[in-house]
């Protein structure tokens, strides 16, 4: 996470310097050499990919993690947790996932603010003099900027957090118990109806025995 955030912050202050180059260096009446705004354009372009980069490794190593509270949080026996444990069901871990967008989505519209701000005096200051353009677009780069890195920084701050808050909480919900499976009730075998006979079998050999009669010998 620390790499993606250092890889974030080198992104971002190379985005505001190779704008700012650019901007400086666009008034009609005394344009900068091209090597110097070709040179703009190239850290711009590279700033903005690695803030890009780094802004998209902080939110998978994020998923991946929330992904497996998720996981836990279903297996896990937490009758008797102890109050250690920062996330205990699914409200918590929607809770920390709203901290976690909110401060990526503050973190890009800081950057954002500094580009379209400056790209909108970069417009409205053109028909200036230079020393008029060079100086407003100057104050405009230091106010940017410090509006900018406030965001940034916020909403980086808030991605650390959440990311912490969910991780530590992956370690302690490994240690507890696993759930019990509920014992399934052993199934009660059925009694066999006694079958109603209409003819017992006493009866039936009775009368097989009432109808023989016996031979009488003749005299």
Known sequence: MRRFIALTLLGGLATLAGHAVVSLGLHPQSLAPVAVLLQGCAV???GTALFGTGMIGLTDGYERVARRVDELL?????ANVDDDLILSDSTGLQQINRQFWRGYSRAGMGLGVFMAGLLGLTATLGRT???LFIVGISAGIIILAVIAAAMSVGGLRRLRTAHVGVDASVRHLSRIPERRAPESARPTRRRRSSRITLFPRSSSSTSRSLGREPHLSRP
């Open 129 to 131: 003099s230079p020393t």
């Open 44 to 46: 711009l372009v590279v």
């Open 74 to 78: 279903g297996q896990k026996d937490l």
